[in-house]
T-cell receptor, first 118, second 113 residues
Framework: AQTVTQSQPEMSVQEAETVTLSCTYD???????LFWYKQPPSRQMILVIR??????QNATENRFSVNFQKAAKSFSLKISDSQLGDAAMYFC???????????????FGQGTILTVHP | KAGVTQTPRYLIKTRGQQVTLSCSPI?????VSWYQQTPGQGLQFLFE???????NKGNFPGRFSGRQFSNSRSEMNVSTLELGDSALYLC????????????FGPGTRLLVL
């Protein structure tokens, strides 16, 4: 079974600084997709960034970028120029393209609470 | 496009009752997935529906069931509620292929007394 592990229950960063959130996963699949979602206090899950495993290039979305290390099964999120609005719970998630028991199923890590200090 | 909507947003029930939650996906999306979020267990996959058929389900007891209508709207039902069913229930929609990004609704917070 696929598992996703976020080893940092909490992280903090000063406004305008950079922070990196860690995520590791375990899978025997070769065709899979990784995501970072953000859940602010409103509890609405918001997509931050997505990475296709077959792409070697790391995904970027404005101030958000990932470091995808496929061999190490590592998928970290870097937030640059942190803003107060970045404060939230961040979840790493995995899904595969295997069909069957993968349909519509995201496997989530336990989450990392990010605090941004002014 | 309008986002995923869920109703009701908050619900209080007592043990033994049943509850129905509703989810309307983004227009054009045919897949709806349901998740349960609790402090202890985190986010757990309940089931997924596509074109009115359940394609996948997680490890939850039979008290948890769902369905999808021809307009892709989905409902989930929990019968014989237990205290442990208190949770945030999230639904997410996607166009339908296994790897496509899921977009989440605001959730329904269920409290079982």
């Amino acid at each position: 079974a696929q598992t996703v592990t976020q080893s940092q229950p909490e992280m903090s960063v000063q406004e305008a600084e950079t922070v990196t959130l860690s995520c590791t996963y375990d899978t025997s699949e070769s065709d899979y997709y990784l995501f970072w979602y953000k859940q602010p206090p409103s509890r609405q899950m918001i997509l931050v960034i997505r990475q296709e495993a077959y792409k070697q290039q790391n995904a970027t979305e404005n101030r958000f970028s990932v470091n995808f290390q496929k061999a190490a099964k590592s998928f970290s999120l870097k937030i640059s120029d942190s803003q107060l609005g970045d404060a939230a719970m961040y979840f790493c998630a995995y899904t595969s393209n295997a069909g069957g028991t993968s349909y519509g199923k995201l496997t989530f890590g336990q989450g990392t609470i990010l605090t941004v200090h002014p | 496009k309008a986002g995923v909507t869920q109703t009701p947003r908050y619900l209080i029930k007592t043990r033994g009752q049943q509850v129905t939650l509703s989810c309307s996906p983004i227009s054009g999306h045919r897949s709806v997935s349901w998740y349960q979020q609790t402090p202890g267990q985190g986010l757990q996959f309940l089931f997924e529906y596509f074109s009115e058929t359940q394609r996948n389900k997680g490890n939850f007891p039979g008290r948890f069931s769902g369905r999808q209508f021809s307009n892709s709207r989905s409902e989930m039902n929990v019968s014989t509620l237990e205290l442990g069913d208190s949770a945030l229930y999230l639904c997410a929609s996607s166009p339908g292929l296994a790897y496509e990004t899921q977009y989440f609704g605001p959730g329904t917070r269920l409290l079982v007394l």
